[in-house]
């Protein structure tokens, strides 16, 4: 199915660049894991890369406890 107006083509256009970009995205990461664990299966590298993931939410989230705690001794009045 081709797109008849040019608004059609260029949002397909952005699309293809949007996913080819986050395939791309992945696929480096995988490759940076890879370098530091060459040996390792496919399923390690994903069970890697979805560990990194969740220890980085989790030190954005202390980050931000912490950044309050800190703020509530020189900022007066209730957080929550």
Do not use: H, N
């Not at 949002?11 to 949007?18: A, D, E, H, N, S």
């Not at 496919?42 to 705690?69: H, I, N, R, Y």
């Amino acid at each position: 199915m081709k797109p008849s107006g040019s608004t059609e083509e260029i949002i397909l256009k952005q699309l293809r660049y949007t996913l080819s970009m986050r395939i791309t995205r992945g696929s480096d990461m995988t490759a940076f894991a890879a370098r530091f664990f060459p040996k390792a299966s496919t399923k390690t590298m994903a069970e890697v890369e979805t560990f990194v993931s969740v220890a980085l939410f989790c030190g954005v989230g202390l980050l931000v406890s912490l950044s309050v705690l800190l703020l509530d001794k020189y900022i007066p009045g209730e957080w929550f």
